[in-house]
C-alpha cells in the first residue's frame, strides 16, 4: 500500500502542475501517468501562449514539466513526489476520509491511500474517418501534426494562420464557426471540408467542399485527396471534429455530476459535483476534463493551482509531509 496526501490522476500539464503544487506546499504526492503518448499536448509542434517558453513544443513542455517536477521530489529529507509511468487507476473508490485507488502498471497492480484525489485525465479528440487514418490515429497523423500541417485547436493555433489556405474538416455547427473565425480574424482562403455530410447552415463566408476524403499527403503543401475528382492544396487544416472520448470513466463511477458532452462539473474551487449538485470532498477535477468553455494549457494550470490549494487549507489539515 502506497500512502500520500495528493493522489494525481493523469500526467499531462494539467497533472504536472497539480503534483508541483502539492510539492511545494509541502504535500505528499503520488502521480499516476497513463503515458505521454496518451497527452494531447504531445500532438502540439508548437505552443504560442506559454509564458516564458512561447513557441515550445508539446513533447519539450512535458519534459520540462517532469523536470521542474524532480526539484521538488525530495525537500529536507522527505521523499514528496512520486511518479508511477505508464500506469493507470483502474478504480477509486471512499476509504473513510479519504480515497482508496487500484493501480495497474506494466509489472504488476496495487494499490495507494491518499487523503485527496485529482482528476487530470482529459479528453482524445476525434481523429477524421479518412481510410487509415480512422484506425491508425495519430501514429499515422503524426507526421503531418509535428510538421504543422495539422492542428487542433484555432485559439492555440490561429496565431500562425494569417492569409494562409486553410483546410477545416468537420461538418457540425461548431467546425463552421471555426471556420467563420478563421476567415475574419486572419483572412486567407478558408474552406471547410464536410467528408461527405451535408454542409452546416453557419457556413457562410468560406468555402464549402462536401467531397469525401480519401487520404491526406504531404507534398511541400498539404494535399488533400478526394475519392473523385481532383485534389487540393492548402497551408494548413484544422480538425474541428470535436472529442471522441472524455475520459471520466473514474469520476461517472464515484457519481459525479456531468454536462451534456461529458465533461466533469464541478464547483469554482474545482471539487467534483455529485448528481445533485453537492460537493464531493476530496475528489477534484482539472484541465480539459473538467467542463468549461476553453481548453487552453494556461487555464489547466489555474484548475491545479485552485484544486491545490483547496486541498492544502481545507481537506488536508495535518497532511503527511506539513
Not at 173 to 197: K, P, R
Not at 235 to 244: N, P, R, S
Not at 295 to 315: F, G, M, N, S
Request: hydrophobic share 45%; aromatic share 6%; glycine share 12%.
Amino acid at each position: 500500500m502506497r500512502e500520500c496526501d495528493i493522489l494525481v490522476v493523469g500526467g499531462g500539464p494539467a497533472g504536472l502542475h497539480a503534483a508541483l503544487k502539492g510539492a511545494v506546499l509541502n504535500h505528499t504526492v503520488l502521480l499516476v501517468d497513463k503515458g505521454r503518448r496518451y497527452s494531447r499536448v504531445s500532438q502540439a509542434p508548437a505552443i504560442a501562449n506559454i509564458p516564458g517558453r512561447p513557441g515550445i513544443g508539446g513533447d519539450a513542455l512535458l519534459e520540462q514539466g517532469r523536470r521542474d517536477l524532480a526539484r521538488f521530489a525530495d525537500r529536507s529529507g522527505k521523499r514528496l513526489v512520486e511518479v508511477a509511468e505508464d500506469a493507470e487507476v483502474t478504480a477509486l473508490r471512499r476509504d473513510g476520509d479519504g480515497w482508496l485507488a487500484d493501480v495497474r502498471d506494466a509489472r504488476s497492480a496495487w494499490q495507494a491511500r491518499a487523503r485527496a484525489v485529482i482528476l487530470a485525465t482529459g479528453v482524445v479528440d476525434r481523429k477524421p474517418g479518412i481510410s487509415e487514418y480512422a484506425w491508425k490515429g495519430h501514429a499515422t497523423l503524426a507526421p503531418f501534426l509535428h510538421k504543422g500541417l495539422i492542428g487542433y485547436c484555432l485559439l492555440c493555433e490561429g496565431w500562425s494562420l494569417d492569409g494562409k489556405r486553410v483546410a477545416v474538416l468537420g461538418a457540425s455547427e461548431d467546425a463552421a464557426q471555426v471556420a467563420e473565425d478563421v476567415c475574419e480574424q486572419f483572412g486567407g482562403e478558408v474552406t471547410l471540408l464536410t467528408d461527405g455530410a451535408p454542409a452546416p447552415e453557419a457556413a457562410r463566408r468560406v468555402g464549402i467542399e462536401t467531397r469525401p476524403i480519401e487520404a491526406l499527403r504531404d507534398e511541400g503543401p498539404l494535399v488533400v485527396a478526394f475519392q473523385h475528382g481532383p485534389a487540393r492544396e492548402f497551408d494548413k487544416a484544422l480538425f474541428a471534429l470535436g472529442w471522441h472520448r472524455v475520459n471520466n470513466e473514474l469520476a461517472r463511477a464515484l457519481g459525479a455530476k456531468l454536462d451534456r458532452d461529458g465533461h466533469v462539473v464541478t464547483d469554482a474551487q474545482r471539487e467534483v459535483l455529485d448528481e445533485r449538485g453537492e460537493p464531493i470532498r476530496g475528489l477534484f477535477a482539472i484541465g480539459d476534463l473538467r467542463a468549461g468553455p476553453w481548453k487552453q494549457i494556461p487555464l489547466a494550470w489555474a484548475d491545479a493551482e485552485l484544486a491545490v490549494i483547496t486541498a492544502y487549507a481545507y481537506r488536508l489539515p495535518n497532511a503527511t509531509g506539513r
